[in-house]
């Protein structure tokens, strides 16, 4: 969001000039976290909705009266080329505020296929969160999967109950782990042994007399 925005925004939310005024259903944030709340009607009072057709968006603040000096806010943007470089020193680095073992299933389904749980790719893929909390019992954030130490993925996800973005960082990457994916559904399949002799009734069974059979 850009700086000369919220200023505006802020001048006008001092001034009370919004076209439109509503208060807010705290439930709205607390989605967000993944929580359920009642309620609350001094929530809805603290809890502005301000709208402007000259935004085309919505700012919300926590008390229309407080002035809140976004003067002091900085734009924080970073390159992404550059939050690779920051992400896998902290991989090579073993800092990542949580490290998880990576769920093949979850990467078997971004390609439509649905391989059983590998303990092999576990060990292998691993799941380094850059930034997160705890959204009840689950860590959210932002994190980066790395395959062997070398990051392959970015992945955000806001909230236990939320749906967890994940991007490949090239096409290569991708190609990677599809390869390991299908590698893996390749060593699980298994065809059972044909039967020796096929019973003469599939070829009658207009008139056979028992239910055709494989003979073993």
Same mark, same amino acid.
């Given at each position: ?23 807010? %259903? &705290? +439930? ?5 976290? $993944? @929580?359920?709340?009642?309620? #609350? =009607? /001094?929530?809805?009072? !603290? *809890? ?54 990576? %769920? &093949? +299933? ?5 390609? $439509? @296929?649905?391989?059983?749980? #590998? =303990? /092999?790719?576990?060990? !292998? *893929? ?69 039967? #020796? ?20």
């Amino acid at each position: 969001m850009k700086i000369e925005f919220l200023k505006q925004a802020q001048i006008a939310v001092n001034n009370n000039s919004c076209e439109f005024i509503y208060d807010t %259903d &705290i +439930q709205k944030f607390a989605d967000v976290f $993944g @929580l359920n709340v009642e309620y #609350s =009607s /001094e929530f809805a009072k !603290r *809890m502005k909705q301000h709208y402007s057709r000259d935004w085309e968006t919505i700012a919300h603040t926590g008390r229309s009266d407080q002035y809140q000096p976004i003067e002091s806010q900085s734009e924080s943007s970073m390159k992404f080329n550059d939050f690779l470089i920051k992400a896998q020193a902290m991989v090579d680095a073993n800092s990542s505020t949580r490290i998880y073992g990576a %769920d &093949i +299933q979850m990467f078997g389904s971004r390609f $439509g @296929l649905c391989p059983n749980w #590998s =303990s /092999e790719f576990s060990d !292998r *893929m691993k799941q380094h969160y850059v930034s997160g909390w705890w959204c009840t019992d689950t860590w959210v954030g932002l994190s980066v999967y790395a395959l062997d130490g070398k990051i392959v993925a970015v992945s955000t996800k806001t909230a236990r109950k939320n749906y967890e973005s994940m991007d490949f960082i090239s096409k290569e990457a991708c190609e990677l782990v599809f390869d390991i994916v299908v590698a893996q559904i390749k060593s699980e399949l298994t065809i059972d042994e044909l039967p #020796s002799e096929i019973d003469d009734a599939w070829f009658d069974i207009k008139n056979a007399t028992i239910v055709p059979a494989f003979k073993e």
